[in-house]
């Protein structure tokens, strides 16, 4: 494995996620990618330009940003290097368009421990990433 990339949403669950691929990433001498995915508020064609949209949009990529900018700063500080990417929409989607892009040989994220039910009705990033995935995927709990 020469590439790993986490996702992230700053949650603690990430963070376990997070935690467990830089070991996994030293053990390795795997390059470190960390992606932040901000859902699209609607899917409603012709949403950008509505001002309330776009307040949240910018409000939103900007809290990735800190957050990014956060986890790369803390893991420098340890002596780890981290390439970090965000995106915008559904975050299944962009995780995986991400892995394809920077040739990831693993995925890692997180799990929320959604019971069956909540799954079904809330969906689940980790459970979409897992089945449409054609790399290894890691589900930290």
Known sequence: MKKVLV????????EKALRWALDYG??????LHVVTVVPALTPIPGSPGIPEYDRYMEAALAEAERLLAGIRERLAEGGAAVQVHSG??????????T???IGADLIVVGSRGLSRLE????GSVSTEVVHLSR???VVVR
């Open 26 to 31: 030293r053990r390795c001498g795997a390059e």
């Open 135 to 137: 790399i290894p995927v």
């Open 7 to 14: 996702a992230t949403d700053g949650s603690e669950h990430a």
């Open 88 to 97: 915008t929409g559904r975050p299944s989607q962009e995780i995986l368009r």
């Open 99 to 101: 892995a394809e892009s």
């Open 119 to 122: 799954g079904a009705i809330l």
